[in-house]
C-alpha cells in the first residue's frame, strides 16, 4: 500500500496507472480536484478495489493523519504540486500555499505516522518528493548538464516555491532522521496532459486551426521526458533509492522550442492533415518574463545507482503523445472548460507580436 497525493494529475495519474500495472500493489490517491487534476484519468481503475481515491488538500493535516493511520502506506509519493510557470508569474500566492505550506503540512503529518512505527517498518518506509529541474535555475549552451550537486537558483515563482519544498525535504531528513528520496526531473510530456503546456497546447491550436503561439524566438532549451519513463524512474528510486539522496531524471532529449513545435506540426501534417502545412501557424509572441535559456539533467547517478534510464526516444514519444491526444478529443474537450479559456486568453492573447 502506497498514498499518492496529487495522483488526478498529469505525472501522477501516469504514475498511479503505470504503479497498478507494475506493481498491483494498492493505491490511496489524494488529490484536491483542481483545475489540472481530473478524475476521468483515473476511469479505468473505476472497479479496481486496489485503487481509493480521496478528494482532499495536503494541507488538511487531520485528513491526511487519518489517512495514513487507516490505510498504512509503506510509502508516500508526493506529486501534489502547481507546477506551471505561466500561472506562478501571474499569482505566485498559490504556488507558495500549496507547494510549501502544503508540503509542510504533509511533512508533518508523515513525520508523526513514521515516528510512531515499529520496525522493521519504520526503516523501510520511504517519503518520495517528485520535483523538478528548474530548481536548478537557468543554463548556458556551454554550461554542463545539472547534476545532483548543482547549487539551486530558481528564477521562477513556481521554481523557488518547488526549491523551497525541496529544501524541506532535505531538513527533515537531516533533523528528524525521518527517510525521504527527492527527485528531479526535467519537463515531462505524454498522454493526459492538462493543455496548458506547451505540447498540449500546440496540437490543440494546431487541431483547431489557431495561432500556434512561441515566446521569444523559440530557441530556449528543454531535456524531454516521456512520462512513462518518469514514472518507471520514480519505482526505481522508490524501491532502491537511499534515504536523503536526490536523483535526477532526464530523458537524454535537448530540443529548442521551436524544434518541438516543427516537429509536432510534421507528425500532424501525416496524421492529420489540413490542406496547409501546420507550421503555417506559428506565430512568435512577446517572451515571458524570467524565461530560463536552458535546462539539462545529467542523469548518470540514476543510471549508476539504480540501473534506471529512459527507453522512448523523443520522436517515437512525440508521436504516442500526438496519437493519444488525436484519439481522446472528447477528453481535451472535457478538461477545457471557461476557465481554461480565460486563462489562455489572459495569458496569450495580450501579448504582441515578438
Known amino acids: 500500500m502506497i498514498l499518492v497525493t496529487g495522483g488526478a494529475g498529469f505525472i ?40 481509493v481515491f480521496v478528494q482532499g488538500d495536503i494541507g488538511d493535516r487531520a485528513l491526511v493523519s487519518g489517512l495514513l493511520d487507516k490505510h498504512k502506506p509503506e510509502a508516500i509519493v508526493h506529486f501534489a504540486a ?41 526503516s523501510q518506509f520511504r517519503f518520495l518528493h517528485v520535483s523538478t529541474d528548474e530548481v536548478y535555475g537557468s543554463l548556458t549552451m556551454s554550461d554542463p548538464a545539472f547534476s545532483e550537486t548543482t547549487a ?39 498522454p493526459l496532459q492538462f493543455p496548458e503546456k506547451l505540447i498540449p497546447l500546440m496540437i490543440r491550436n494546431a487541431l483547431q486551426g489557431k495561432p500556434l503561439p512561441v515566446y521569444g524566438d523559440g530557441k530556449n532549451v528543454r531535456d524531454w521526458l516521456y512520462v512513462g519513463d518518469h514514472c518507471s524512474g520514480i519505482r526505481a528510486a522508490l524501491k532502491k533509492g537511499r534515504p536523503g539522496e536526490t536523483y535526477n531524471i ?61 527507453t522512448e526516444k523523443f520522436e517515437s514519444g512525440l508521436r504516442k503523445t500526438v496519437q493519444w ?27 504582441s507580436a515578438a
Open 82 to 122: 502547481e507546477s506551471h510557470v505561466d500561472r506562478s508569474i501571474l499569482g505566485p500566492g498559490e504556488f507558495v500555499q500549496t507547494n510549501v505550506v502544503g508540503t509542510f503540512n504533509l511533512l508533518e503529518a508523515a513525520r508523526a505516522y513514521w515516528s510512531a512505527l515499529a520496525e522493521p517498518a519504520k
Open 12 to 51: 501522477g495519474s501516469n504514475f498511479v496507472l503505470d504503479w497498478m500495472a507494475a506493481e498491483g500493489s494498492p493505491v490511496v490517491n489524494l488529490d484536491k480536484l483542481t483545475y489540472a487534476g481530473n478524475a476521468e484519468n483515473l476511469a479505468s481503475l473505476s472497479k479496481d478495489v486496489r485503487h
Open 250 to 310: 532526464g530523458g537524454n532529449s535537448e530540443r529548442n522550442n521551436l524544434e518541438v513545435v516543427h516537429a509536432l506540426c510534421e507528425i500532424l501534417d501525416e496524421l492529420h492533415p489540413s490542406g496547409a502545412p501546420h507550421a503555417k501557424l506559428i506565430t512568435f509572441v512577446k517572451d515571458r518574463p524570467g524565461h530560463d535559456w536552458r535546462y539539462a539533467i545529467n542523469a548518470t547517478k540514476i543510471k549508476n545507482e539504480l540501473g534506471w534510464q529512459p
Open 325 to 351: 491526444y488525436l484519439n481522446h478529443s472528447q477528453w481535451v474537450e472535457n478538461v477545457t472548460s471557461g476557465a481554461y479559456r480565460n486563462w489562455i486568453s489572459q495569458n496569450y492573447e495580450g501579448r
Open 152 to 190: 539551486y537558483a530558481p528564477n521562477s515563482p513556481y521554481a523557488a516555491s518547488k526549491a523551497a519544498s525541496d529544501h524541506l525535504v532535505r531538513a527533515y531528513h537531516h533533523t528528524y532522521g525521518m527517510p525521504t528520496v527527492t527527485t528531479n526531473c526535467s519537463n515531462n510530456y505524454g
